[in-house]
């Protein structure tokens, strides 16, 4: 039996084979294609999303504000601002920033597989009207301790102030005041108020510890000063003008109760003693008067410093019948 050819004297078996190799191979090469230009299905990370916002945009000096943030895709959140930088945040939180002393841009970056993400905020810091001035006082007096009973002068000026006081009686803000019959230390409260505040202060005015009659009178020597007439009368010598030898003359009051007179350096009688007299004095009427060598006198001032005496007396030369006279003495 012959077998099954095709043109050429090939036998159809053969020519069979030969074309199933090559449909396998057609069909292998397609596979590979078509795999090659397959896309990979895996997908790429995605980038993250932020949102941020503040309290507030606008502060006084030193305040501070709350940043508040959420992201998607992110692992962590960095905020950098004028201060120090804050790391490793949680993805979603707030943050208080400050205190702010300028202003200042707030940056927030969200970080995360597939990249980063940033937002600002800024923050204006408003800067402050200058502070009103406080009131001011400017107190003048003389600090010298008082005398028992004396007097001191005060003056004040106030500035910046709308109302005042001194020992809460109203006063002006410029003024002055004279403290008289000073028996003990005063003390002197100065307040006042304006639109930049309230100022107080005080002074201490001192006053010496009362002195008796009898201590200031011992206290030091008296020389006369002068020697008036008074009521119409005349002096023992009539319009009477001391001698300068009289001047430096020396009265002095001994605590026993004696006094003496001494005509100090310059001797109005050359070789005349210097005690030119002395006696008893003391003191009467609830010591409103004194009796120097039998003769009373009213004590019409003592002071620290100065003792005058007034003496009224039947006079029979004298132009009204009496006399009547003072004499003001000085321990200075």
Known sequence: MKKNTKSGGRPLGTVLSKFHDLFLLTVLVGVLILAGCKKDSTQ?????????????????????????????????????????????LPPNGSQKIGPLQ???????????????????????????????????????????????????????????????????IPIDTVGNHTFMNLVKDSTLDFHCS????????????????QTTICQMLTHLPYKIVKIDTAGGGTSNWGNYTIATCQLDDLLIFKPNGTFERHQGTDFCMPGSPELFGDGLWELLDNETKISIGGTVYDIAELTSTTFKTYVSQPCSWCVNGALQRIDTYSNQ
């Open 44 to 88: 790429p990370p995605v980038a993250p999303t932020l949102q941020l916002s503040v309290n507030t945009t606008q502060v006084s000096p030193g305040d501070s504000v709350i940043v508040n943030w959420t992201s998607t895709n992110a692992t962590s959140v960095e905020i950098m601002w004028s201060g120090p930088t804050f790391n490793g």
């Open 102 to 168: 300028i202003n200042t841009t707030i940056t927030i970056t969200a970080t995360g597989p597939g990249g980063t993400a940033e937002k600002t905020k800024s923050v204006i810091v408003t800067s402050l009207p200058p502070p009103l001035e406080k009131p001011s006082i400017v107190i003048t007096y003389d600090t010298s301790i008082v005398p028992y009973g004396g007097s001191k002068g005060v003056s004040w000026v106030i500035k910046k102030a709308t109302q005042a006081t001194l020992n809460g």
């Open 194 to 209: 304006g639109a930049g505040g309230v100022k107080d202060t005080n002074i201490i005015i001192r006053v010496a510890s």
